[in-house]
């Protein structure tokens, strides 16, 4: 069954915001992952989190694995139209075992 | 440096026939994953080969459905007796071992099943 869980479901949002969303899962995972989804195309990695703690950029992107080792958050800032699109979470438990992806987060961008 | 391709991009299928995905990992990639994501919905694990080698079928449905990752050649997700309900986005995924990184993917097979 499904054991990541990401709020919110959906965002609107005017351009130049900051953006925030969070996931939380049942399970301690040991690798965090952040992906970004362009209708009819395959997830892009936007972010690769590996220790407790950890805080990661990537260009206006920020994600922090939680403490807890159960949750992670995703913080874009100013954003812009090609920031649109559906970013999933995920996460795998141990180092070999599979990925497992969140319900994903929708975003909308108004210009 | 291609990235993960998969083919075809498009397939539909009449109910009952079988459905043949086919992925080229990175180059360099050996692990490859294939996931199953239905409309508005997440990405689904559904097997994890290695190969010539399965690691992880644990989301493979247990009847008409079956993977592969010869020692040549593309893996190839193969979907005996197809019904409606498989029609979806197929998404595989490679990388160049199992610890610890993220996948790359390719851009997806949908199938539609009529």
């Known amino acids: 069954g499904q054991q990541l869980n990401q709020s919110p479901q959906s965002m609107f949002i005017q351009e130049g915001e900051d953006v925030s969303m969070n996931c939380t899962s049942s399970?301690?995972?040991?690798?965090w992952l952040w992906y970004k989804q362009d209708p009819g195309e395959g997830p892009v990695l936007l972010i690769a989190l590996y220790k407790a703690g950890e805080l990661t950029s990537n260009g206006r992107l920020t994600a922090q694995f939680g403490i807890t080792r159960k949750d992670s958050f995703l913080n874009i800032s100013a954003s812009i139209p090609s920031d649109v699109g559906i970013y999933f979470c995920?996460?795998?438990?141990?180092?070999?075992?599979?990925?497992?992806f969140g319900p994903g987060t929708s975003l909308s961008v108004i210009p | 440096n291609a990235g993960v391709m998969q083919n075809p991009r498009h397939l539909v299928r009449r109910r009952g026939q079988e459905a043949r995905l086919r992925c080229s990992p990175m180059?360099?990639?050996?692990?490859v994953y294939w996931y199953r994501q239905l409309p508005e919905e997440g990405l689904k694990f559904m097997v994890y080969?290695?190969?010539?080698?399965?690691?992880?079928e644990s989301g493979m449905p247990k009847e008409r459905f079956s993977a592969e990752f010869p020692k040549e050649g593309p893996s190839i997700l193969r979907i005996q007796q197809v019904v409606r309900g498989d029609s979806a986005a197929y998404f595989c995924?490679?990388?160049?071992?199992?610890?610890?990184?993220?996948?790359?993917f390719g851009s997806g097979t949908r199938l539609t099943v009529v």
């Open positions: 399970s301690i995972f040991n690798t």
């Open positions: 995920a996460g795998r438990k141990t180092s070999y075992d599979k990925v497992i």
């Open positions: 995924a490679s990388s160049p071992g199992g610890s610890g990184y993220g996948y790359t």
């Open positions: 180059k360099g990639h050996s692990h």
């Open positions: 080969l290695q190969k010539e080698n399965i690691i992880d």
